[in-house]
Each structure stands twice: as C-alpha cells, then as structure tokens.
C-alpha cells in the first residue's frame, strides 16, 4: 500500500437508493479511518456538496447500519451541479473543508457528474462505487442492490402466483428497468414467467398472444407476464390493455401489478452487504494506490478498475445464455 498525503476523504451517495448503500458507507468511512485518513460525510449528494453539507464523520458514527435499507446520508437530483456555476461553489466548499479526494457511491448518472467535475477540476481524484438495482453498469458483474432488489420481486411473483392460481386469472406484473431489462429477465426465469417483455428485445403482442392463448387451450389456468418498465409499448397496463384488446371479451380474468420503488427498499441481503464491503473498501484503497476517476468493480470475484467514461458509456448485453433458458422455459 503506497503512502497517501491526503487530507481529507469525503462520501457521498446519488441518484436513486439502493439496498447495501449503507453497508458501503460503513465500509469506505471504516476504511479510511483504518488506514488514518479523516472521511466526511456529503449529505444528500452532490447538491449537498454544494450547500456545503459537508461534516466529518466517526467510524462509531456507521454503527448498526450495514442491515439498513436506504441511504442514511440521503440522496437527490441537483440540476445545480449539472452547470459549470454549481461544480464552482461544490469545488470551493470541497477545498475549504480540506477534501482532496471524493468517494461516489451511484449510477451512470452520478459517474457523468463526477466526470465533468473532474474535467474542471482534476486536483480532486473521484472514486465511483456502482450502487444501483439495474446491474446496468459496465465493468461489474454486480451492482449494489441488485441482488437484493431481485429478491425483493421474487417474493412479491410467488405470492402474485399463489392468487393468480386461486383465481385462475392473467397477471401483468411491472418492474423496475427503464432502459435496462436485467431485473425483468432473472425474476422472470426465477419466478417461473409465461413471458418475459424487455427494452433489448422485441416480442410483439402478436406473439405474447399466441404464447397466451397455447398456454390456454393446453389447460393453463392462471399465466404471469413480466414487463419491465422500459419497453418500448409502455409498462404493463399499457401492455395488458394491447393484449387483450386482441383477445375474445372475457377470455382472460386479466390483473396489473406493478412493484415500483419497493424493489428498492428493504434490508440488503447477504451477497449486497458483502459486495458493498467489499467494494467500500476497495475505492479508499485507489485513492491511496493514486488511481482517480474509476468506478471500482467485481469481475469473476476480484477487484477491477473500470475508467467512469468507459464505465457510463459502454452498454452492456443481457446475458444470451439466460435469455436462451427463458425462451425454452416459457414453452
């Protein structure tokens, strides 16, 4: 481990909560204080970086939070912080506090704020951690929150099922994933889907229909569609009222349920907490070892570096494999 010369470490979270953002706080503020750098806390991102929200805080102080959902130094848009005036007060309020080096624990959104801050002022090295439930960003197998936020939807699909079976009814399930469909396809296949609709790929209602109606004429009695919230025809009212606008009146006993931010919520599971430790961690050690404007990921179990610009800006695919599974799965 190189010497370091800093100052001071700020952390702070943004964009959308996700489950073990608390974990990874405890995580980055025990760090530095292991290797004896004082951290502060930004409360609510960056806009309270430029509100000056900006206070030390103790290792004692993340006691108790690892199994919080959430985030306990809050989070919010900041169109402030997206114009060269805002980066100039959140620059100033960082050098008077005596922060040289910055922590973000967020999704692409955050990582772009921090790259266009770190190409006004490179003096301030910044750390992205991917917090997020999407799984969207490249350079990480995991984000955190993902596995957790899968879990969350698994519960709410079985218990979906149990009714749906009862009453012999169609179930339009909606979940998160605007642009990307990773919760939509591993809850699907997880949670034994008819169909599976997501924004990488077509399935025409033409084609859910048949897939419907062959489950149906075979003695199927209940069936259970999930749509992520970024397909291109609208979420699943939307894609419940095309569907059955192409069926015969009272063929199905048709529902909309639609999870929204609960997937978000919750206490992390397992895997989250130990990856948000784990990458906590990792990013106050790149600080120490010189590295700036990275996010830290997991790949095949070990530490990467992926730069933020690479990281935003690289799509990445879902996985053909499970795509492949849930295509058989679902006949």
Sequence with gaps: MKNHNFR???VLTSGGDAPGMNACIRAVVRAAHYYQIPIARIKNGYAGMIENKIKLIGKRKVSN?????GTILGTARCPEFMNPTGRAKAYENLRREGVDGVIVIGGDGSFKGAMDFSKEYPDIPFIGI???IDNDLYGTDYTIGYATAI???IEAIDKIRDTASSHSRLFFIEVMGR????????TGVGG???AILVPELTTTIEDLVEKLETG???GKKSSIVIVAEGDERGGAK?????????LPPDTYDSRVTVLGHIQRGGSPVCQDRVLASRLGIAAVEALINGKKNVMVGINRNEIVYTPLKKAVKHNIKLDPELVRIAEILSH
């Design 130 to 132: 991917p917090g997020t």
């Design 65 to 69: 939070i690892i199994q919080r959902g």
């Design 179 to 186: 642009d990307a469909g990773f919760i939509a396809l591993s």
């Design 192 to 194: 034994g889907a008819e």
């Design 151 to 153: 879990n969350t939807v």
């Design 8 to 10: 001071k470490l700020a």
């Design 238 to 246: 939307q894609i419940s009222d095309l569907v059955l606008a192409q």
């Design 216 to 218: 149906r004429i075979s």
